[in-house]
């Protein structure tokens, strides 16, 4: 992947964040990508779908791993969760 190249969320078509996964999480070490789209339709609809499966004030944005190829949802607790680690 060059530096050019863009990861696209599937649920929103925007170009996804770099992003430094914490060495102590589970995510695993190493460059991430994270839609941090506030109008994506996955973390917009990720807040009810929280709060009604389990009572929490949480949503999720789309997480991607290039060096394992997946895809999956990382838990955000508001907006600006996670945002720190965003890489320019």
């Not at 969320?9 to 460059?31: D, F, L, R, V």
């Not at 996955?42 to 060096?67: D, F, Q």
Request: proline share 7%; with cysteine; glycine share 4%.
């Amino acid at each position: 992947m060059t530096e050019n190249d863009k990861i696209i969320c599937p649920h929103c078509n925007h170009a996804m964040s770099k992003w430094a996964s914490p060495g102590e999480s589970t995510w695993g070490e190493g460059i991430h990508f994270v839609c941090f789209n506030d109008e994506c339709p996955y973390y917009k609809r990720g807040w009810e779908w929280m709060k009604e499966k389990y009572n929490v004030n949480a949503s999720y944005r789309h997480h991607y791993n290039p060096e394992t190829n997946a895809s999956n949802p990382i838990p955000v607790w508001d907006e600006n969760a996670l945002r720190s680690k965003i890489i320019e």
